[in-house]
């Protein structure tokens, strides 16, 4: 199964922008307001981005983050966990230090009390102290049908510890560079789900950032060899965030490609007119939380593919 029903996002309460991240994530941008402000505003989008996921019969799980800590990311959970059809979650290794009090097993409880079935934790955050990072489905891409992982390699990304998460998963590794230009310089993108997003039947990407021609030949391969229709996005879309988009089931099990208004409004018509073929779109103003933060809609979005534990629905 490549997407889910289920999402669980976290609802911000001490958002702003995070200056442990900025040194690497260069969608950051700072705004001239108070950050008591600025977290307002970050949860006013959230609580509409969840409205127009729960009136398309989407399943949101939200959790509350804690005001005991101070985690200004916490709005993006899908980079520190992950949750597979096996019943394993994942925990990541993050690299900037107050992210890593994003991490709360806690979420664990809640998803049981949802009816979520948890057979085995897989823990890489040791590798926080050889300063060896990979930070969940924001490095790496899932093909879950087809059993492939994507990935961009950056300071948040180790290719030693992402084929270490793709043996442990039983995936076939796809490795590249991609960069976008920074003040006249190529530097790495910090996420792979910033630049590529998957579909069940389509894959959106820029295919720019892949500086190496080689690379680049390689992932299109991929892609084309599992019958994935590639719409491809520039760079100047990439820094609107079309490229962090998530296509999930609704009601009825109609798909739907989940980005933020920002994004869709970077998007040309013939672009719109493919992602359609697959998926009707849904938008939301994230403006806020992709200034501050760098990140966007399926950054937010955390899929539960837990199996259910039909001995509890069953009592």
């Not at 084929?163 to 442990?168: A, G, Q, R, V």
């Not at 879309?237 to 490229?243: I, K, L, T």
Request: overall charge negative; hydrophobic content about 40%.
């Amino acid at each position: 199964m490549q997407i889910t029903n289920t999402i669980l996002m976290i609802r911000p309460v001490n958002f702003r922008m995070n200056e442990q991240t900025a040194v690497n994530n260069y969608f950051q941008e700072d705004l001239e307001v108070k950050n008591s402000e600025i977290n307002k505003n970050a949860q006013k989008e959230f609580d509409a981005f969840v409205c127009v996921l729960r009136a398309n019969g989407v399943h949101v799980i939200v959790v509350n983050d804690t005001v005991e800590t101070d985690t200004p990311d916490s709005v993006f959970p899908n980079n520190w966990i992950s949750f597979h059809e096996n019943g394993t979650i994942a925990v990541y290794p993050m690299f900037a230090e107050n992210r890593r009090m994003e991490r709360r097993e806690d979420i664990f409880d809640v998803l049981e009390a949802q009816g979520f079935l948890i057979n085995n934790v897989i823990d890489y955050t040791s590798a926080e102290e050889e300063g060896v990072f990979l930070e969940g489905t924001g490095s790496i891409l899932l093909d879950r049908i087809n059993e492939k992982a994507y990935c961009a390699l950056s300071e948040r990304a180790n290719e030693d510890l992402f084929i270490e998460f793709c043996e442990d998963f039983d995936c076939f590794p796809v490795v590249f560079t991609a960069n976008q230009t920074v003040k006249k310089q190529r530097l790495p993108i910090y996420h792979t789900n910033v630049m590529m997003a998957m579909g069940e039947n389509f894959a959106v990407i820029c295919l720019d950032a892949i500086d190496d021609k080689q690379e680049r030949k390689s992932v299109i391969e991929h892609l084309k060899k599992d019958s994935k229709e590639i719409i491809v996005i520039t760079e100047e879309q990439m820094h609107n965030f079309a490229g962090n988009m998530l296509q999930v089931i609704g009601d009825n099990e109609q798909r739907f490609m989940v980005m933020s208004s920002a994004a869709y409004e970077s998007l040309n018509a013939a672009q719109i007119k493919s992602i359609e073929r697959h998926s009707k779109i849904l938008h939301s103003s994230l403006r806020t939380i992709e200034t501050c933060g760098g990140g966007s809609a399926r950054c937010m979005m955390a899929e539960v593919f837990l199996p259910k534990n039909n001995s509890l629905e069953s009592s």
